[in-house]
């Protein structure tokens, strides 16, 4: 699986961006999908994930602001994050797991490139 995320970009506080993360060689329906971030000097952290029959699952630092969702037929995942904070600053990675659901990165056996999201005034 190819994963090649886009979307990213400078905003100020309070605004909006959407994430896409494009598949190609694999379908992504049997997949679970993740979105992880990592800001500088910090370690990766989980953002949300998302698997078989539409259940989501989200930490806790971005619950009730993004949104992670699937187009099947495009093969793409998307992250919607909304009412950004400038502490959302980081590198964006999307991720794909060809197992059980899992918030642990290291867990995650195929990855896109990063994408930079900043989130300032």
């Known amino acids: 699986v190819q994963l090649q995320a886009s979307g990213g970009g400078l905003v100020q506080p309070g605004g909006s961006l959407r994430l896409s993360c494009a598949a190609s060689?694999?379908?992504?329906?049997?997949?679970?999908m993740g979105w992880f971030r990592q800001a500088p000097g910090k370690e990766r952290e989980f953002v949300a994930i998302s698997w078989s029959g539409g259940i989501t699952y989200y930490a806790d630092s971005v619950k009730g602001r993004f949104t992670i969702s699937r187009d099947n037929a495009k093969n793409t995942v998307y992250l919607q994050m909304n009412s950004l904070k400038p502490e959302d600053t980081a590198v964006y990675y999307c991720?794909?797991?060809?197992?059980?659901?899992?918030?642990?990165?290291?867990?995650?056996?195929?990855w896109g490139q990063g994408t930079q999201v900043t989130v300032s005034s």
């Open positions: 991720a794909a797991r060809n197992g059980p659901y899992s918030s642990s990165w290291y867990e995650y056996d195929y």
């Open positions: 060689g694999r379908t992504l329906i049997r997949y679970v």
